[in-house]
């Protein structure tokens, strides 16, 4: 992302240090990840010590310091799901969709998480992605969904 870019984000919010967090959010949620350039640029503008902005964007789990895919997955390996065979989905959406856990597949189109709960642990196995649940996925709809635009 453009200096520019940020700049004009920081300059949006006032140049306000208070703003610190709502500025990350909005460039993570803008360019789905933080670069270190990023990270300079807004401690420069907002007048915030580098150290205390990389401590804000790596203790949220909301932003992400290296390039993330178009589409999050997340896979639940929580209890109740570890107990309907969750493993064996997350190996069916490593193999699908190409991509490993924590990873990001090489055309940048899918991001893989495992979480701890999904709240929805009746439904499970489940995974979710970009916010959108299935349960006990076919293999079929997993195929569909990888190779969905
Ligand atoms: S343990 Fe998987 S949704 Fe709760």
């Known amino acids: 992302?453009?200096?520019?870019?940020?700049?004009?984000?920081?300059?949006?919010?006032g140049k306000d240090s208070s703003q610190l967090i709502q500025v990350l959010l909005e460039l993570q949620r803008r360019k789905r990840w933080l670069s270190e350039a990023d990270l300079m640029t807004v401690s420069a503008e907002l007048d915030v010590p580098l150290t205390q902005v990389y401590h804000i964007a790596t203790f949220y789990k909301a932003f992400s310091l290296v390039p993330k895919g178009e589409h999050t997955i997340a896979v639940c390996l929580g209890t109740a799901c570890q107990v309907r065979n969750a493993p064996r989905l997350l190996d069916r959406v490593i193999?699908?969709?190409?991509?490993?856990?924590?990873?990001?597949?090489?055309?940048?189109?899918?991001?893989?998480?495992?979480?701890?709960?999904l709240g929805c642990c009746a439904l499970g196995?489940?995974?979710?992605?970009?916010?959108?649940?299935?349960?006990?996925?076919?293999?079929?709809?997993?195929?569909?969904?990888?190779?969905?635009?």
């Open 1 to 13: 992302m453009a200096t520019e870019v940020v700049q004009a984000e920081v300059v949006a919010r």
């Open 95 to 117: 193999e699908t969709f190409g991509v490993k856990p924590g990873q990001t597949s090489s055309d940048m189109r899918f991001s893989l998480e495992t979480v701890n709960c």
């Open 125 to 149: 196995p489940v995974m979710n992605i970009d916010g959108t649940y299935y349960s006990k996925p076919s293999t079929e709809e997993l195929e569909r969904l990888a190779a969905a635009e």
